[in-house]
């Protein structure tokens, strides 16, 4: 439903290109040579459209929208911990490091966003809204223009890239279907369906010494291998 949202709302969003883009003659020298660009009625529509439509809807929601949702993961993650010997520092000291590499991973992602985009929509809003272009600016954007969007349209393929560098499962599953050779099915894990097991067999441990604390009285077993799979092999 929200895939469908965001492709509806795409659509309405750029459906003003299609009917005030037009090929508009640029050189009075050589008339022949024409590019296509938008044409409004009036000049308040066209910075209304831009303001609105381009400006807050592609870049400043997002962002709003992409940093908040980051904020509720990294607070969800921040909160999450695995039952451990307080005891043991080796174990405080992996679930921290991964904590950190999750949020430093998301604050990438936002800064990245944020960085891509900027220098299009800078020469957007110097056009729109800065009045008479200089004669020194008309010969630098035709050159910076193409740049800022080459770089705005990299942003779209640069996330699997930071995954890929802050997750050791996203490599390793990478490296198999480069080694695996096929394109589609599954790739099946032994040892990590033999840690899986290992980390389940931990957690039920823990729960029946945790309702048998008053008989026990003590810190519930925990499997080093198991702890360190969950942290490696969970996206953390």
């Known amino acids: 439903m929200m895939i469908v949202f965001i492709w509806i709302l795409a659509i309405l969003v750029t459906a003003p290109w299609v009917i005030f883009f037009d090929l508009v003659v640029v050189f009075d ?128 393929c640069i996330n699997p890239i930071l995954y890929a560098f802050f997750n050791k499962k996203y490599r390793k599953g990478f490296v198999a279907i480069i080694k695996s050779r096929k394109c589609c099915g599954r790739l099946r894990y032994y040892e990590t369906i033999a840690l899986q097991s290992s980390s389940t067999s931990t957690r039920k441990s823990w729960h029946y010494n945790n309702n048998h604390a008053s008989m026990t009285r003590r810190s519930p077993p925990v499997d080093k291998n198991a702890v360190s799979f969950i942290f490696n092999h969970t996206g953390v």
């Not at 529509?45 to 929208?65: A, H, K, Q, R, T």
């Open 29 to 156: 020298d050589n008339p022949h040579v024409r590019l296509c660009l938008d044409v409004w009625p009036n000049p308040i529509s066209e910075v209304l459209y831009f303001v609105i439509g381009n400006l807050i809807f592609c870049y400043i929601l997002p962002m709003v929208l992409i940093t908040m949702c980051y904020i509720l993961i990294w607070i969800k993650v921040w909160r999450r911990s695995i039952p451990t010997d307080t005891q043991d520092a080796q174990m405080e000291r992996m679930q921290q490091k991964s904590k950190v590499k999750v949020v430093k991973m998301l604050v990438a992602v936002v800064i990245l966003f944020v960085l891509s985009w900027f220098p299009l929509y800078l020469i957007f809003a110097r056009i729109k809204l800065g009045g008479p272009v200089q004669k020194w600016e008309e010969e630098m954007f035709p050159v910076v223009t193409p740049l800022a969007q080459w770089l705005g349209a990299s942003n779209s």
